[in-house]
């Protein structure tokens, strides 16, 4: 079956620091990967996406991720968080259908 | 550029009343159209999509349905409500066609039922 997990149910990091987000996923193929950003009584916002190519991908907000093939990973990271990070992520698969299947989250708190 | 409009944005109904969220798209044609309900703490549910008017297709057995009067809007509703109905509801849309289905997600309805 396919599924998406965020083994980080929440995350402190100091301001300035540097962050690391896990997601991994399961299924027979690579999927279309995403990460969202969802600030508090918000929707969602995309930071990145990776389809193929460059493992390394780009975002918005000085956010990348890396696709790793062999541990069916794709991780988010930033070198310093800013206090304006903290938010809730979700990593996000699709296959190619409507079937659009999300992680739990990983909320961040950020601290001064 | 394209815009998703939810409303209300906050609604606190009583335990068996009726239901009506609503969605719409600007800026875009035959959209494919989403709903996800979000609990606290908890990741997004698919609940319906559509891929046009009067074409709603459900994902989970519940309380709820969806409905499709015109391209870009797209309407949850419910005839009773449950107090399990509580949570944050997210409408989304992705392009006709587009191979990855990337959505793009409007600002959310907060429903309580007390």
């Known amino acids: 079956a396919q599924s998406v997990t965020q083994p980080d149910i929440h995350i402190t990091v100091s301001e300035g620091a540097s962050l690391e987000l896990r997601c991994n996923y399961s299924?027979?193929?690579?999927?279309?990967l995403f990460w969202y950003v969802q600030s508090p009584g918000q929707g969602l916002q995309l930071l990145l996406k990776y389809f193929s190519g460059d493992t390394l991908v780009q975002g918005i907000k000085g956010f990348e991720a890396e696709f790793k093939r062999s541990q069916s990973s794709f991780n988010l990271r930033k070198p310093s968080v800013h206090w304006s990070d903290a938010a809730e992520y979700f990593c996000v698969i699709n296959t190619g259908g409507f079937k659009t299947i999300f992680g739990a989250g990983t909320r961040l708190f950020v601290k001064a | 550029s394209q815009t998703i409009h939810q409303w209300p944005a906050t609604l606190v109904q009583p335990v068996g009343s009726p239901l009506s969220l609503e969605c719409t798209v600007e800026?875009?044609?035959?959209?494919?159209l989403y709903w996800y309900r979000q609990a606290a703490g908890r990741g997004l549910q698919l609940l319906f999509y559509?891929?046009?008017?009067?074409?709603i297709s459900s994902e989970v057995p519940q309380n709820l349905s969806a409905s499709r009067p015109q391209d870009r809007q797209f309407i949850l509703s419910s005839k009773k409500l449950l107090l399990s109905d509580s949570g944050f509801y997210l409408c989304a849309w992705s392009r006709q066609g587009a191979r990855t289905n990337e959505q793009f997600f409007g600002p959310g309805t907060r429903l309580t039922v007390l």
């Open positions: 299924y027979g193929a690579t999927p279309y």
């Open positions: 800026g875009t044609s035959n959209p494919n």
């Open positions: 559509s891929v046009g008017i009067g074409q």
